[in-house]
């Protein structure tokens, strides 16, 4: 029995360290940032019904009167990502408050307050910006609510295990790693992690802001095509 003790004990006798699972960081801390993406991911789907739309007559009333697409695009885009950051600032905020012992198990989130998460979720605004604008472009492409719902929802899920917001990347295959660096999820994950880690790097912000870009721009496409066709 006093073996037994010992062994079942042995968390006890000696300091234990915990090098990192993924990011260099604790897998507390990992599943944090990949649950935040997750979260942005979904967060997508009760604005269906109000950016999706059948009919595009609003949009060519207001080409006609000298609102190019580039601007009607950007108003809804900003308007959309306003709300999104709201609900993310929210619950960021939320935190401290309400489970601020309950964040003790993750040594990076362990003694935050309610200033350190106001300033986390400003710093949130570049990774909130790629995925917002990943779920613009769904809303240009989708033509009804249903196709646009599922598309979100199925879209999110697929993301959020491929880039590792599910589990941890270092398990997946070095393929998979390679490509989910490269997608919105993915990119947005390797930012949070890089925040609440050493601190995110130039390189994280270009290739944020270029693939915000390229979608930003890939729905103005959509928007001039819908606009113009007879």
Known sequence: SEYF???LA???ISEQTELGISDELSFG??????ILVFFV?????????MYIKKDVSLSRLMRASGRSVFSQVLGEYFSFFFFMFANLYIIV???PLFAGDALSFIPELSGVDLVWAQKFAFSLIPAVLLISALQFLVYEI??????GVLAQFLGAIALAYVCGCLYPINFFPDAIKNVSAFLPAGAAREYICALIGDGAQALSFIKIFAMFALLLSL???KRRQRILRF
Do not use: K, Q
């Open 5 to 7: 003790s010992l062994i």
């Open 10 to 12: 042995r968390a006890y």
């Open 29 to 34: 801390g990992y599943m944090f940032c990949g």
């Open 41 to 49: 991911l979904l967060c997508g789907i009760p604005f269906c019904p």
């Open 93 to 95: 905020c939320s935190l």
């Open 142 to 147: 989708s033509s009804g609510l249903v196709g």
């Open 219 to 221: 729905a103005m496409i």
